[in-house]
């Protein structure tokens, strides 16, 4: 069984920062994408950013040059260093990871979420 734990949430004052964090666990053999989502209030779930193995990231527009990602393969974890924060970033944060759990086989596994507050 894998598990993702998400960390780092909260809130913050408009224009300011906050680092999310998103741990892998349990039975890993190899993790390909890892990605961040968002679903604000009243709204569809969407992805803000990805992240392969190998280090290519993907953006949403919304994100661009604000928000970067990156990974330490070593410790299963991922992070979103989100930067010059506005209201329209309060969301629910999730993280999903594509596991490879062994030689063989493939899960996809979401994390419970956390919350950023961005206030005005």
């Known amino acids: 069984q894998v598990q993702l734990e998400e960390s780092g949430g909260g809130v913050v004052q408009d224009g300011g920062s906050l680092r999310l964090s998103c741990a892998a666990s349990?039975?890993?053999?190899?993790?390909?994408?890892m990605c961040w989502y968002r679903q604000a209030p009243g709204k569809q779930r969407r992805l803000v950013a990805r992240?392969?193995?190998?280090?290519?990231?993907t953006y949403a527009d919304s994100v661009k040059g604000r928000f970067p990602i990156s990974r330490d393969n070593a410790k299963n974890t991922m992070y979103l260093q989100m930067n010059s924060l506005n209201t329209q970033d309060t969301a629910v944060y999730s993280c999903?990871?594509?596991?490879?759990?062994?030689?063989?086989?493939?899960?996809?596994?979401w994390g419970q979420g956390t919350l950023v507050t961005v206030s005005s």
């Open positions: 999903k990871a594509e596991v490879i759990p062994s030689v063989e086989g493939y899960l996809e596994v």
């Open positions: 992240i392969t193995n190998g280090g290519s990231t």
């Open positions: 349990g039975r890993i053999f190899l993790i390909n994408a």
